[in-house]
Each structure stands twice: as C-alpha cells, then as structure tokens.
C-alpha cells in the first residue's frame, strides 16, 4: 500500500523559511520520480517542483531561486526547503509519488 505523508508545514512569517518533508512507503522510492504541489484557496493545484531518479531538479518560475527539493533514498524521504516566503506562498502543500498523493500539509504565510 502506497503511503505519503507529509509534515514541516504550520504558520510563519513572511520572508521566514519552512522546511517540508514527505515520507514514502509501499513502492521503491528510489527508482521513482517524486513531486511537490500545492493548492491555495480558490486556486487550482499547482506543480511547485520535481526531483527525479537521476537527482536533477525542477522548480516553477514562481518558487525559483527561493525552494530546494531534495531526496534521501535511504529513508525513502523528499524534503523541500522554502525560503523567502511571501503571501502568495500560502497554500496545502502536496507530495506526489508515480502512484498516489499525501493528504498535504498547510503553509501560511502571514504579512
């Protein structure tokens, strides 16, 4: 059975950082490409950013230069470090492995 969930989110103030982490489980994390999304309210789910198998990574403009995803393959674990957050930032974010979706966690961003 497929698991993922994620932890690290809660309330911060703008320009303040916060650290995600997803923890996998039910599939071979190593060989799987792994992903961050997030939805804000009255938006849709976005793409924030990808590691893959081979440790390249992909940010959307809008996070760029600000977030870090990384992985550990050892814990079977995907991390993403933002920084400099703003407002706009505010949103559930979302693991997603080839196989399924965490439930989120929440980020808020205060001004």
């Known amino acids: 059975q497929v698991q993922l969930a994620e932890s690290g989110g809660g309330l911060v103030q703008a320009g303040g950082s916060l650290r995600l982490s997803c923890a996998a489980s039910?599939?071979?994390?190593?060989?799987?490409?792994m992903h961050w999304h997030r939805q804000a309210p009255g938006r849709e789910r976005e793409w924030v950013a990808s590691i893959y198998v081979t440790g390249e990574t992909t940010y959307a403009d809008s996070v760029k230069g600000r977030f870090t995803i990384s992985r550990d393959d050892d814990k079977s674990t995907v991390a993403l470090q933002m920084n400099s957050l703003s407002i706009e930032d505010t949103a559930v974010y979302y693991c997603r492995s080839p196989f399924d979706w965490g439930r989120g966690t929440q980020v808020t961003v205060a001004s």
């Open positions: 039910g599939f071979v994390f190593r060989r799987s490409d």
